[in-house]
C-alpha cells in the first residue's frame, strides 16, 4: 500500500511533463521567409528594349550622357545599379571626360558587358544602355572526319552575353553559296547542345558521318560582322586500308621478281657443275 501511495504521485509529475511538451512538438512551427536571392554585382538585368552597343573585346567604347546639366550637377555612372566606382572589374580602367558627362573604357574585356546608366546627382531622370560585347566566332578551317564515326563541331564565341548560334550548310564551293539550315540537311541523325564554354547551341553533334555530308559549315549568331566556316572532308572508312593493301601488293611483286631472276640464275651454274663432273669421269 506505501508503495502504491508513493508511485502515484510519481506517475502524475511524468503525465505532466510529458503532455506540455508533446503538445509543443505538435505545434507548427514559425514560418521563416527566405531570404531573397541577390544577383552578384556583375550580372546584367534584363535589357527593356534599351539601346544596345556593341563593343570589340580588347576594344574601346564610350557612353555619352545627353541628360540636360544647366545647373553643372556631378554625373552619377552605374553598372548593373551599382556605382561605378565600386565595380572593381573596371578600376583604373575607365576615364570619365567632358565633366563626367563621357565614359569611356580602353581595352574592353568580356566582362564589361552589362546595363549602363548616367544620372545627375540628386535627380530621378537617368539615360541607360543596354552595353554588349560583338560576338566574334571561330571554327577550324578544315575538319575531317572517318565515315560512320561521330563528328562534333564547337563553334567558339569571344563576347558576352552568348549569343544563340545557328549552323548552316552548303556544299557549293563558291564563296557567296547559300547556306542551308544544318539540323534540317542532316535530319534526326544531327542535334545542337551548348558548348562547354556556354554558348547555346555553339555544339552541331553527328551520329554517323556519311560521304554525302562533306562540305562547307558556319556558325553565325547576331550582332557578329561574319560568320566562321569550316570544310569537312568524310573520309572511306577503308581508306587507311588502301595504301597498306598497296604495299603489299608491291612486296609481293618484288619477292615475286627476286624468286625468278635467283631461280633462271642458278639454273646455268648447276648445269657448267654437271659438265664438269661429267667431263672428270671421262679423263
Given amino acids: 500500500m506505501g508503495r502504491t501511495a508513493f508511485c502515484v504521485p510519481l506517475a502524475i509529475l511524468f503525465l505532466a511533463s ?3 511538451s508533446k503538445a509543443q ?3 507548427p512551427a514559425p514560418v521563416t521567409a527566405p ?10 538585368a534584363p535589357s527593356e528594349d534599351l539601346p544596345e552597343l556593341l563593343y570589340d573585346v580588347r576594344g574601346n567604347f564610350s557612353l555619352h550622357c545627353q541628360l540636360p546639366n544647366d545647373n553643372s550637377l556631378a554625373y ?10 565600386q565595380v572593381w572589374e573596371l578600376k583604373e580602367r575607365y576615364q570619365l571626360e567632358r565633366g563626367g558627362a ?25 539615360q541607360r544602355w543596354a552595353v554588349r560585347g560583338r560576338p566574334h566566332l571561330k571554327l577550324p578551317a578544315n575538319t575531317n572526319v572517318v565515315e560512320g564515326q561521330k563528328l562534333k563541331l564547337v563553334c567558339k564565341v569571344v563576347g558576352k552575353p552568348y549569343a544563340r548560334v545557328t549552323w548552316g ?3 557549293a564551293s563558291e564563296p557567296d553559296a547559300n547556306y542551308t ?3 534540317e540537311v542532316l535530319g534526326s541523325r544531327a542535334s545542337l547542345a551548348d558548348s562547354e564554354q556556354g554558348v547555346p547551341d555553339g555544339v552541331l553533334l553527328l551520329d554517323e558521318a556519311q ?7 558556319r556558325c553565325g549568331a547576331p550582332g557578329a560582322l561574319a560568320p566562321a566556316v569550316t570544310t569537312l572532308r568524310v573520309k572511306d572508312m577503308y581508306a587507311a586500308l588502301w595504301p597498306f593493301l598497296g604495299i603489299c601488293a608491291e612486296v609481293f611483286v618484288l619477292c615475286a621478281i627476286i624468286l625468278v631472276y635467283e631461280k633462271r640464275r642458278t639454273k646455268p651454274e648447276l648445269d657448267d657443275s654437271d659438265t664438269d663432273n661429267h667431263d672428270q669421269k671421262k679423263s
Fill in 18 to 20: 510529458v503532455i506540455p
Fill in 25 to 27: 512538438s505538435d505545434a
Fill in 35 to 44: 531570404a531573397p536571392a541577390s544577383a552578384p554585382a556583375s550580372a546584367a
Fill in 76 to 85: 552619377v555612372w552605374k553598372k548593373n545599379e551599382t556605382a561605378i566606382e
Fill in 102 to 126: 563621357e565614359f569611356r573604357v580602353a581595352r574592353a574585356y568580356e566582362d564589361d558587358f552589362g546595363n549602363y546608366s548616367c544620372a545627375l546627382a540628386g535627380a530621378a531622370r537617368e
Fill in 169 to 171: 550548310y552548303t556544299n
Fill in 181 to 183: 539550315d544544318a539540323a
Fill in 211 to 217: 560521304r554525302s555530308d562533306a562540305g562547307r559549315y
